[in-house]
Structures are given as C-alpha cells and as structure tokens.
C-alpha cells in the first residue's frame, strides 16, 4: 500500500499525530482509527493493478530528428473504476532534453470494463533502435488517500532511421544526371561508355571523337556524343572500425558517411546502376545486395540505423576480400574511411592492388572543420601554435591523399556538410569520363 500526499497533508494538519508517536503505520491505525479505517477502505476500492491489460501501436520507423507516437491502449477488466497516473518509460534517449516527464506520463480515468488510449509523443536523439521499457501505474481510491502501484512490460521498437539531409542536394545532381544521360541538349564529349549520335564539331571537341567516315561524307566535321553507360554496379563499404566514432563537428563521422551513402545510392539508382552496401571492421556488421532499384535505399536505411561503431581496429584485407566476394565484375568501390595516415599505410595501401586491378576504387574520407578554423588563426601565442599543428594535420591529409591517388584511386576529403555533394559529383565525373 502506498500512502498520497493528501494522507501526509492530514497528518501534517494534526489529524494523525501518530506520525511522532509511532513508529511504523502499523502503529499510526491502531492510534487514530477513523482516519485509518478511512484509508483502508480507499485503498482496498482502488482498482487492482495487475489485472489491467495492454496493447500497443503506432510508429515503427521514424527519421532522426523527427517525431513518433506510440499508443498505449489500457483496458481495466476489474469491477472498479481506474483512477491512476501511468509512467510509460522509454530510453533516455527517446526524448529532447528536459522533455520526458512531460512526454511519458498520463493521467488515466477508466469505468469497470472499459478501456481508453493515451499517446507518447517520441523525439529520439540517437539513431538506432529504442525499445519501451515498462510501463508503471499508480492507481488510486476514490479518495485520493491511497494507492496500488505495478509494473508490466509491453515490448514496442522504434527504429530511428539516419535523417538524410542531403537529400536537399539530389535534384541539382539528378539535373546534372540528365544532362549526362542526354535528355537536355548538353551532350556527354569525349570518349564516352555508348554511342548516341552525330553533331557538328565545335573547338574544344576530343579530336579522338570524331567521326572520320562521316566527315567524309558531308562537308563539316562530325564528333560521336555518347551516353553514360546503365546497369554498372556499385559496392558502398562503409568502415565501422575506431576511426568511425570520432566528431567531428555535430556528428560522429560514422552518420556524416551514412548521408554520404545514401545522397550517392539515390543518385546511382536513377542512373540506372545498381547499389550494394558492405559495413565492416573486425566482420561485417550490415550488407544490403540485390536489391530492386525501388528498394534499395529504404533498405539501406533501414540497415544503416542500428550501426554503432565499434572500438576496434579495422580488417582492412577482410574487408578488401568481402568487397571482392560482392563485386565479381567490374565495379567501382567506394570506401568511405579515414585519411588518418597509420590505418591508410598500414591498412589500406597493402591491400589497393588487389581492388584496383579489377575495380575502379574511390575512398571519402571526412575532414573536421575545426582544424581549417585553426589554420587560420592569428593573434596570440596559442592561435599561432593552433595554426601550425593544424597546417602539419592537413599536409599529412594531403600526403595520404597522394599516395592513394598514385595508386590510382579517387580520392574525396569534404567536411561533415560537403562530403556527400563532393561524393555525389565525384561519381558523375567518373561517368562522364566514362570510367563506370
């Protein structure tokens, strides 16, 4: 039995001073007996907790950032009526800051029989899968002076999915996709990946894309326009190990590669390519493959969410042999890592001629902001020293860059904000260059 605040009120207002001579309630109802016949009585008319019943529904899915309801349907099968506050607990991280109180509890007034629905208003802050953990009801009697109290689990799963925010960027990339695939006027030059017609040549052209036989049968020069070829396959890995959990700026550098992932999968999948996906460090923690091109980025999303990092180093050479397990044609690689210069030489280098005989590879790494603020400082003894370590940082970026490129690799390094649009444009220049 749980006594209210009402009961302390009473005893604080005189009616039970008991509260000094006794030591236990026990001895506070044998001293002043109305009032605790009084509460007994409203306790025992308190409806029972543990034969309520639940049921829940509501959002399964919702993107960081944004909000799901879940509701709670509460049957009271008891001869009593429910008057009760319920706790329905999530993970903290179901909520904003300083929101959950408001959030999570309600106020209940059931009749005998019935049931009533009450709605919790989630806000997670993490991506990631967040279940409910119980659900605590406090149910009192008609006069407020006591209460029953009780828990139950009633599973629910959220998944919250990453938020995709560069999706902003797609259309100005899907324009320039159009241009590529020949549906405006502008034509892909050069040596292309197929044939698409015959136009006039303007200075500037690819001599190697003229067209001898056709000039010779009309009296102005004719180049070849081409068109991006459709259907090449494309394995995103994305690399889970230690590298991944670090921040830069607002965000781990894990999600600022997953908006990369899906800015490029929902631009290959209207190129007409195919996307796999591969999360590795020690194993492979996700795969999404042979997916439809209507399914593949849900799918992806779908995957992508409960991804943690994980505190390990990374299998670089199992992960360069799973990707080759997953990409027996020829395909172009994107490896979204670190340019940290150790994991790089250590790592990756070692393996880059076994992915580059038969792939093309293209590597995106994530570069923190703050250093580029701190190579600008000025002014004070310490900005100076600031600048200086941050100018050795980004020469040692510029050298592991350079090493990979020699190898033949593509490389992109873009701050949290600009990494998916440079990976987004780097993809249409290998089309254009017909190098897909």
């Known amino acids: 039995m749980a ?62 950032g944004d909000g799901a309801e879940v509701q709670l349907t509460v049957t009271n099968p008891s001869r009593r009526r429910l008057r009760a506050h319920l706790r329905d607990a999530w993970p903290p991280s179901s909520w904003l800051t300083g929101t959950e109180q408001a959030a999570s509890r309600h106020t209940l007034d059931i009749p005998a029989g019935e049931r009533r629905r009450v709605t919790t208003l989630l806000r997670p802050t993490r991506r990631g899968d967040r279940r409910a953990e119980q ?60 044939f698409d017609s015959l136009r006039a040549y303007v200075p500037g052209d690819d001599t190697r894309s003229i067209d001898w036989r056709a000039t010779a049968r009309q009296s102005a020069v004719a180049v070849r326009t081409w068109r991006p070829e459709r259907d090449r396959h494309i ?17 781990p550098r894990l999600d600022a590669a997953m908006d990369a992932a899906l800015l490029l999968t929902a631009l290959a999948t209207r190129a007409g390519d195919r996307v796999d996906l591969l999360a590795h460090d020690r ?8 997916r439809a091109a209507g399914e593949v980025l849900s799918a992806m999303v779908t995957a992508m969410a409960p991804l943690e990092p994980e505190l390990v180093e990374t299998d670089v050479r199992g992960l360069s042999a799973t990707a080759l397990a997953n990409a027996p044609r020829r395909s172009l690689i994107v490896l979204l890592t670190s340019l940290d210069a150790a994991p790089v030489e250590e790592g990756l280098l070692p393996a880059l001629p076994r992915l580059t005989q038969r792939h093309t ?14 190579a600008g400082g000025r002014g004070t003894v310490d900005a100076v020293y600031e600048a200086a370590a941050a100018a050795q940082a980004q020469a040692q970026r510029r050298r592991t860059a350079e090493q990979l490129q020699r190898h033949g690799v593509v490389v992109v390094d873009a701050t949290p904000d600009d990494l998916a649009p440079a990976l987004a444009d780097a993809y249409l220049a290998l089309k254009a260059a017909g190098r897909l």
């Open 3 to 64: 006594l209210t605040g009402r009961t302390a009120l009473l005893a604080a207002l005189g009616s039970l001073p008991v509260g000094i001579l006794a030591p236990s309630w026990t001895g506070m109802l044998a001293v002043n007996a109305p009032l605790s016949l009084a509460i007994l009585c409203d306790y025992a008319l308190a409806a029972p907790v543990r034969t309520l019943q639940f049921t829940r529904s509501g959002d399964t899915t919702v993107r960081l």
């Open 283 to 290: 194993r492979t923690r996700a795969q999404v493959q042979g």
């Open 361 to 374: 590879v293209l590597v995106a790494a994530v570069a923190d902001p703050h250093i580029e603020e701190m």
């Open 235 to 251: 394995l995103i890995a994305l690399d889970t190990g230690r590298t991944s959990a670090g921040r830069v700026g607002d965000v």
């Open 135 to 194: 659900v605590t009801v406090r149910s009192y009697g008609p006069l407020g002076l006591a209460a029953r109290q009780g828990n139950h689990h009633v599973p629910w799963t959220v998944r919250v999915l990453p938020p995709f925010t560069s999706r902003k960027h797609l259309p100005s990339r899907l324009a320039r996709l159009r241009e590529l695939d020949g549906r405006t006027s502008v034509l892909t030059r050069g040596e292309g990946t197929e």
